[in-house]
């Protein structure tokens, strides 16, 4: 494991730690889980950002979290999550100290023995929904036997799509799912190679705005956006993840106060009309979320936990209860909120 500096108790007793720099693109961050790069060194926190965490994009662009932290002699690697499944590889590969992740998406890495925590939540989001061509005549679930859908195996919006084909009474094994990162789908999606697509916000809310339609909903499908950390980071380096957990809180109050600056930096990470993203963040983000990981997450898990082992993503339901049982750390969320 890294060794890594101990933070000062001055910055624990900062309740409004700063914010980060320009957030433009992969190209400030990298991909460290792809390129098979090793998380950064003993004066370094690797953390991830993503267009589904808005907090993660008003903390990159604010550069508080830096600020803070260069007084103590830490570095913030910034590298991009494309989707859950990209945050899950880096977490599992050590590439990053903090990933972002759909709740069911840190169940699945943590029952299949990435050694997570879930320190934090940072929404309550309505991020996922079965989406169509306005020519394709599929209106309802049932309308998908026999079809080729798009989904992201391992994020919500796949997890998203089972539970309305099992609501529906349709056996998965009727539907073709085709998997492609989330922008591929909704790619796939436009040029016709699938007929449906379980999309993701924002980029979901950006093909409804050129035609896409959302023909099936259902918020209680969506699990909540989990803020993860590698064990290994949490033993050796507590005070630096409670600086993070503080500095959410510091982006949650900061994007309630400021709902369309919020919108004009995903817009801009996003390349989104902005109009397209005060949509996300205004009616599809409640970002006015409890942030400390509890039961209520777990009753959600629940329901998703038998649907990891009914599609083979899990090997067992007893893994799944070990996951449980062991993957939220709530004390670094209560802190923050004092």
């Not at 073709?176 to 697509?197: E, I, K, P």
């Not at 999309?199 to 909903?217: H, K, S, T, V, W």
Request: hydrophobic share 45%; glycine share 8%.
């Amino acid at each position: 494991m890294r060794s890594r500096l101990t933070l000062s108790a001055a910055v624990l007793a900062v309740s409004a730690l700063a914010l980060t720099g320009c957030v433009a693109g992969e190209g400030s961050g990298g991909d460290a889980a792809e390129a098979g790069a090793p998380a950064g060194g003993a004066d370094t926190l690797d953390i991830d950002f993503a267009t589904y965490n808005p907090l993660s994009l008003v903390i990159k662009e604010k550069g508080w979290l830096e600020e803070e932290l260069s007084d103590e002699g830490v570095t913030v690697n910034w590298v991009q999550s494309a989707g859950s499944n990209k945050a899950n590889e880096a977490l599992r590969a050590e590439a990053v100290d903090v990933g972002s992740t759909a709740g069911s998406a840190a169940l699945l890495a943590r029952a299949n023995g990435t050694e997570i925590k879930t320190i934090g939540l940072y929404s309550q989001p309505e991020w996922a929904a079965l989406v169509t061509t306005a020519d394709s005549g599929i209106t309802e679930v049932t309308d998908l036997v026999g079809k080729n859908v798009a989904a992201t195996k391992g994020t919500d919006p796949y997890f998203f799509l089972i539970q309305a084909l099992e609501e529906a009474g349709v056996d998965p094994s009727e539907v073709t799912v085709q998997n492609l990162q989330h922008a591929d789908g909704n790619s796939a999606l436009a040029n016709g190679s699938v007929d449906a697509w379980s999309g993701l916000d924002p980029i979901m809310a950006g093909a409804e705005a050129e035609g896409a339609e959302l023909f099936y909903r259902n918020v209680d499908f969506n699990t909540y956006g989990f803020l993860n950390a590698t064990e290994s980071f949490l033993e050796e380096s507590p005070e630096l993840a409670q600086a993070v957990l503080d500095v959410y809180e510091k982006a949650r109050a900061w994007a309630l106060e400021n709902p369309e600056e919020t919108a004009a930096i995903l817009a801009e990470v996003a390349g989104l009309e902005e109009d397209v993203a005060t949509t996300v963040i205004q009616e599809r983000s409640n970002l006015d979320v409890d942030p400390v990981p509890g039961q209520a997450q777990l009753d959600v898990l629940e329901r998703v936990g038998p649907i990891l082992v009914e599609t083979g993503d899990v090997a067992s339901q007893e893994n799944v209860d070990a996951a449980l049982a062991e993957l939220l750390e709530p004390s670094y969320a209560e802190k923050a909120t004092q």
